[in-house]
């Protein structure tokens, strides 16, 4: 996914006629391998070094496979119903985890920012990391610095990466690509090298360039990057824009879209997940819900963000039709004894006894920060601070002894 911090054409090309020192910035893009399975592997050490699938939520398509499972030739996304009888028998199959993933990936994220002032978490395995000016700190050079970033989160947190090392973001996406594939999973571009990288790399290799794009670029004789950033800066502009601009320069190694650290809310947050088995139990539906809520919930929190949006979805079996019902509420929260009071009063407005349902899901939007929060006239001071220290206390105690230690209840399953 492309999605540089937009500039416009004036600044892209002046950057380019400044002719920028490009010693001056230096970014690494650390990228966890196969992350899924890696956090499999670590919390069940007796994975490693086997043929690994990570299933999608509702258990139908691989979306991560260890070394091992790529040698048996399993793809990428492939359904469980295609896989053949040896890729099943010489395979483990996990269902996907992904608050698990986000706790670890949390960890992973924690160790780079001991290492460096400035890290732009570019998504869940995924980081940008400011190098500049850490030779001086640490006295070592740069692939040194990679090197031990490297060894860092394998000791902290048991978890391998590949490091890519360049003087933009494309070019240390693309290193960290090359760095999958060589020992040691550190790939450096240089200033002297990066012509030579540009002419072994597809377009298609390029961060950014979709199928769409990349026919365009075909259909125009552009099959390298090294074609690409031989094109002006007109023809560029001409035929993609200035997603074209940025490309370019880029790849020539300029710092168009530096390192970025600061936070960016979430315009939502979704918790859904399949049903174990397909069913219409009520009280079943509303425990899972209350178990979304409660994650939707402490995320909240951890980002300083309430909701006012609060909205329930329900999936059924047979024609994966989706039952939705949103309301927004006067005042914001973040405390799950107060969303679920709504939420279950949405359910019963789509949820119908005669339907067989395969999943359901909580949606919180509409989002404001608690960091200088201003206080409703009309609101409860004292039951807000109630419920401000009984969800710190909860949080509290599950960051010391896990996750769902304590659990909000409303219903049994029967």
Request: include cysteine; charge should be positive; aromatic fraction near 8%.
């Amino acid at each position: 996914m492309y999605n540089y911090p937009m500039k416009t054409k004036l600044e892209i090309l002046k950057i380019a006629s400044d002719n920028i020192d490009v010693n001056k910035s230096v970014i690494a893009l650390v990228d966890c391998d196969s992350f899924f399975v890696s956090c499999e592997q670590k919390v069940n050490p007796e994975l490693k070094g086997k043929a690994v699938c990570v299933l999608s939520g509702h258990g139908e398509c691989v979306i991560s496979r260890s070394r091992e499972a790529k040698k048996l030739g399993i793809p990428m996304g492939i359904p469980t119903f295609k896989m053949t009888k040896d890729m099943k028998e010489k395979s483990i199959l996990i269902k996907a985890s992904h608050g698990l993933y986000g706790e670890i990936s949390e960890e992973v994220m924690s160790v780079l920012k001991n290492i460096s002032p400035k890290v732009e978490e570019y998504s869940i395995d995924e980081a940008f990391v400011e190098l500049t000016g850490l030779e001086r700190l640490y006295k070592r050079n740069y692939f040194e610095i990679a090197r031990m970033i490297r060894q860092e989160i394998l000791e902290k947190v048991d978890i391998p990466v590949s490091i890519g090392v360049s003087t933009s973001k494309s070019l240390a996406k693309l290193a960290s690509d090359k760095a999958k594939n060589i020992e040691g999973g550190i790939f450096v571009v240089g200033t002297a090298k990066i012509e030579t990288v540009l002419k072994n790399t597809s377009i298609d290799e390029i961060w950014g360039i979709g199928r769409n794009l990349s026919k365009l670029l075909r259909r125009n004789g552009v099959l390298t990057a090294y074609e690409l950033v031989q094109k002006s800066d007109a023809w560029l502009d001409k035929q993609i824009g200035i997603r074209g601009l940025e490309m370019k320069h880029e790849l020539l190694g300029e710092t168009v879209s530096p390192v970025d650290d600061t936070f960016k809310p979430p315009k939502s947050i979704q918790k859904t997940s399949a049903f174990g088995i397909f069913t219409s139990d009520e009280n079943f539906i509303k425990n899972q819900l209350n178990y979304h809520i409660h994650s939707a919930c402490k995320k909240l929190r951890k980002l300083n963000l309430k909701c006012s949006g609060i909205a329930v979805m329900l999936r059924t079996k047979v024609e994966f039709r989706v039952y939705y019902e949103k309301v927004t509420i006067p005042h914001s929260t973040c405390y799950e004894w107060e969303i679920s009071d709504i939420a279950f009063k949405l359910f019963d407005k789509i949820y119908n006894p005669n339907i067989i349902y395969r999943s359901s899901g909580i949606i919180l939007d509409d989002f404001t920060s608690t960091d200088g929060e201003q206080m409703f006239l009309f609101a409860d001071n004292e039951k807000n601070e109630k419920s401000e220290r009984l969800a710190n206390c909860i949080d509290k105690l599950e960051s010391k002894f896990g996750k769902n230690i304590i659990q909000t209840g409303f219903t049994k399953d029967k």
